[in-house]
């Protein structure tokens, strides 16, 4: 089997007396996909956060390869290779759509105190950040500015700028949501393809992406996963069914 | 445009017989060069600094007390004064960027006051007298005594920084400091260490700061605790607002704008104040763009 | 031994004025989100116009009611006129559209009341000392402390108890549910800011007695209620007064005793100069500490 690239063991966390972590494990290999799924408010999105170390955790323990980074901070694990995209599109909303992919090619070139060369005419900035877009199919909106960008668009560029950055963990929170039908289509082919190269840790409520991506689900209900395994038996589940999907099938 | 008419401006000065001109411009390039710099970390970081006065006057005092102690070389005094600004900038930075919004507004404002009762409080530089220079430090060829040399080395030393300023915002650099400003979440995501832009930003800005104090207690020949009050503060902040916030170039206008109409305002009534504050308001609330937006129109991002 | 307990109640005095300005101001900021520098030109009117109807001869309440209801109505026209525009503003258009307020305020005041200070008497019954456990202490000053402490615990009960009070607190962490309530939410917050510009009036009617009455003064505790309520953390009630009494103290006893307490270890000039500077910047060192500790303040509110 591949490595695992990513390991959470007993993460707790709240807030105030609300639990939304409780005793979470966890697990992401390069090249696999494996999906958090469970209803609104189960605390996916605070999971994904602690992994990606916008939220501290109470307890537990968060390894990347053989390194314990719980108490590092986002900017540093980011550098280490944990990249995430946000529910709610996070992006530099005054910079053309190929700014925001370069501030991601520049990041990981990690020489970005420098003072003089302009950024906007850097070719070892731009040639790959034109590429991430290209390869989401956002090409031709390059120079667009970010705020101007469709719902659908600014979703893809989330997608870009996570790609720039050429991870070693992808945290995606909910890439689907919001889409229509084609462009969730060309998302979920986007991230097959994707998918050999990382270790992808989906959150989503489309099923049917998580069908056609996932290779090991995880439920989350209350900050519990209550279970863990292929997309087949965590369907056939009866304690998934009752707390999760049974409204969805 | 201007910059021909900025150049042109002491031998015409000198054909009409207007020598205050050659004054009045001095100190507005002078006050520019403070705007310019409280701009950089406004305009493009977001940081709104309510204390930038503090390296103004650490910037003037180290002059002033450096020729009390008899060393007036520009060239030993001028770096001395920019250094001692950065390094308090580097200080209160560090302490202050560690809080955002307005609680980043009152720290450093809280820390502008510090320096402000530090220097009434030392006798040997005048407390609240101030503190009188001799004479203007010593430039090698420039003869600063002279108002004319003394206006172009302002001059000089101005569109130095705007080059400076305008090619830090550009460069990689600046684009983390611009995207921290606009989505801090997002920065820290890809990776970048944003506090430490910030604080070099603010650091930078601190220093230029420092040099307009150095500039202007060589133009005063005179230095005082009004350099580090907080209402000095507030109208570097109204400069870089009149002008436009991240425009480096609208921060001049806006310095000349206020110096401008506070000495036309005050040429024809003596509450002068009530009539600016007017103006000022008026232009906050309606004209969000500031001068240098309204000037460049609406092609200007 | 009496002279600590005469400096720690000319501290609880300074504190709970400071206090009667910073229950305002943390107010306006916590439900309108509003910074008001010219929140200190409330108080310079409440001063001025306490101090002129006294000269006129009216009676010392009359006075003050006078001053605190002139700043109250400023501070309608105030909000209707400016402030409202600065609801949904960066701080940075609210600090620089009420500083340009105080250039107005300051030089209105100037055309009214001239540059030079105005005096205001202690009023004849109130001029006098009382004497207690060996300590003689002016009565005006107790009767501020008394008036301060008055007026923070009536604000508590008009915020712990009443239906304005719920409306307030509710105000300031759940504006769409209030407005979904059918509340008035314009209404409600002219009302707040009023409330806040009459308790400056107050402070500044009470205080002129023995400040100087002058163009300015409005600047001069502006800061220092600032300093309180961002060490308290700002909207809170309960920071507001904490921070408050904490300048208060922190400044009047750091002027009494930093100098003396430098006397043994420095150089007399030396001990002078720097307790001199060292006391003045006692608040301001005081704050950096908290927000450097606790970068929202001792009592943060909500998640503004
Ligand atoms: N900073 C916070 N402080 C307090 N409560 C929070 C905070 N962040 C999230 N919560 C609460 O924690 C719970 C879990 O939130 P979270 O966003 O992780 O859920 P989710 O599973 O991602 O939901 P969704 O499917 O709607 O995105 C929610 O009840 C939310 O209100
Ligand atoms: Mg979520």
């Known amino acids: 089997m ?5 390991a959470v063991r007993g993460l707790r966390k709240a807030f105030g007396a609300l639990v939304v972590s409780d005793d979470v494990a966890l697990e992401v290999r390069t090249g696999e996909c494996h999906a958090l799924i469970g209803p609104n408010g189960a605390g996916k999105t605070t999971l994904l956060a602690q992994l990606a170390g916008e939220v501290a955790p109470d307890a537990g323990t968060i390894r990347f390869g053989d390194r314990d980074v ?100 992808l945290l995606l929170d909910e890439p689907m949501a919001g889409l229509g039908h084609d462009e969730s289509r060309a998302m979920i082919a986007l991230l097959r393809e994707i998918k050999p190269a ?47 999907l049974g409204d969805d099938g | 445009m201007t910059l021909a008419l900025l150049i042109a401006l002491p031998p015409l000065a000198a054909v009409l017989d207007q020598p205050f001109w050659v004054n009045t411009v001095t100190r507005i390039l002078i006050l520019a060069l403070a705007a310019v710099s409280l701009d950089l970390i406004v305009g493009y970081g977001g940081l709104v600094s ?79 007298d101030g503190l009188p220079l001799d004479a203007r430090s010593v430039l090698p060829l420039v003869n600063l ?46 990776g970048f260490p944003t506090f430490r832009y910030k604080l070099v930003a603010f650091v930078v800005a601190g220093a230029g700061a420092g040099l307009a104090g150095a500039l202007w207690a060589e133009y005063a020949r005179f230095v005082s605790t009004d350099m580090a009050s907080w209402t000095r503060s507030g109208e570097f902040l109204v400069m870089v607002i009149l002008g436009g916030l991240g425009s480096l170039v609208g921060a001049i206008y806006g310095a000349a704008v206020l110096l401008g109409l506070e000495s036309f305002l005050a040429g024809f009534t003596e509450h002068w104040m009530l009539l600016l504050g007017a103006i000022l308001l008026v232009v906050v609330l309606f004209a969000k763009r500031g001068l240098y937006g309204w000037l460049a129109g609406a092609n200007d991002g | 031994m009496s002279l600590a307990i005469e400096q720690i109640l000319n501290g609880l005095q300074f504190g709970v004025m400071i206090f009667l300005l910073a229950a305002g101001l943390t107010l306006v900021f916590g439900i309108m989100g509003v910074i008001n520098l010219a929140h200190g030109s409330l108080y310079m009117l409440g001063a001025f116009v306490a101090a002129s109807a006294a000269g006129r001869g009216a009676p010392f309440v009359l006075a003050v009611l006078a001053g605190a ?11 209707l006129v400016v402030i409202r525009r600065l609801y949904r503003r960066e701080h940075l258009d609210q600090v620089l559209a009420t500083f340009a307020l105080i250039l107005i305020a300051n030089d209105g005041v100037a055309i009214a009341w001239g540059k030079t200070p105005v005096r205001m008497d202690v009023p004849g019954a109130l001029t006098g000392a009382v004497t207690f456990a060996g300590l003689t202490y002016p009565t005006y000053r107790l009767l501020l402390i008394a008036a301060g402490l008055a007026v923070a615990a009536g604000l508590y009960v008009l915020i712990s108890r009443t239906r304005l009070g719920m409306l307030i607190r509710a105000g300031a962490t759940h504006r769409e549910t209030v407005a979904a309530l059918g509340v008035d939410i314009a209404k409600l917050n002219t009302i707040v800011f009023a409330l806040g510009a009459l308790l400056a009036g107050v402070a500044g ?61 420095a150089a007399p000039a030396l001990a002078d100069s720097l307790g001199g500077g060292l006391s003045a910047i006692a608040i301001y060192v005081l704050m950096a500490i908290v927000l450097v500790w606790k970068p929202r303040g001792l009592f943060p509110v909500g998640s503004r």
Request: glycine share 8%; with cysteine.
């Open chain 2, 145 to 190: 005594r002279d108002p004319n040399a003394l206006y172009f080395v302002c001059l000089g030393l101005l569109l130095a920084f705007v080059a400076l300023a305008a090619q830090l915002v550009e460069s990689r650099f600046g684009m983390v400091l611009r995207g921290a400003r606009s989505s801090e979440r997002r920065m820290l995501a890809l």
């Open chain 3, 205 to 265: 009617a009470l205080l002129a007695p023995i400040l100087a009455v002058q163009v300015g003064m409005g600047e001069q505790i502006l800061i220092l209620t600032f300093v309180a309520i961002v060490v308290g953390g700002l909207g809170s009630i309960r920071g507001a007064f904490i921070g408050a009494l904490l300048v208060g103290l922190v400044d009047t006893l750091g002027r009494a005793y930093i100098p003396v307490l430098l006397k043994p270890v």
């Open chain 2, 50 to 128: 309510f204390g930038h006065a503090a390296y103004f006057a650490v910037g003037g005092y180290t002059i002033a007390v450096l020729a009390q102690h008899g060393i007036d070389a520009a060239l030993i005094a001028w770096p001395a004064a920019v250094v001692a600004a950065a390094v308090l900038a580097a200080i209160v930075g560090t302490l202050s960027l560690r809080t955002t919004g307005i609680f980043f507004i009152m720290i450093t404002l809280a820390f502008a006051q510090m320096v402000f009762f530090t220097l009434v409080a030392v006798k040997a530089w005048g407390g609240n």
């Open chain 3, 69 to 79: 209801g002139a700043a109250a109505l400023a501070g309608v026209v105030m909000e």
């Open chain 1, 198 to 244: 990382v270790a992808m840790l989906l959150i989503e409520h489309d099923m049917q992406a998580v069908a056609e991506l996932a290779d090991r689900v995880t439920v989350l209900v209350a900050g519990h996963a209550i279970a863990s395994g292929s997309y087949e038996t965590i369907r056939t589940d009866p304690r998934v069914r009752e707390a999760y």
């Open chain 1, 2 to 6: 591949a490595d695992t690239v990513l």
């Open chain 1, 70 to 169: 719980t108490r590092l901070g986002p900017d540093a694990r980011a550098r280490l290779g944990i990249a995430r995209s946000f529910q709610i599109t996070t992006i530099v909303a005054d910079f053309t759509a190929e700014d925001n992919v370069a501030l991601a090619v520049q990041a990981r070139a990690a020489t970005s105190m420098r003072f003089w060369r302009s950024a906007a005419r850097d070719a070892a900035l731009r040639d790959p950040a034109r590429a991430a877009l290209v390869r989401v199919g956002l090409g031709p909106r390059a120079n667009t500015r970010a705020s101007d960008l469709a719902h659908g668009e600014q979703r893809l560029l989330e997608l870009a700028i996570a790609l720039a950055q050429e991870p070693a963990v």
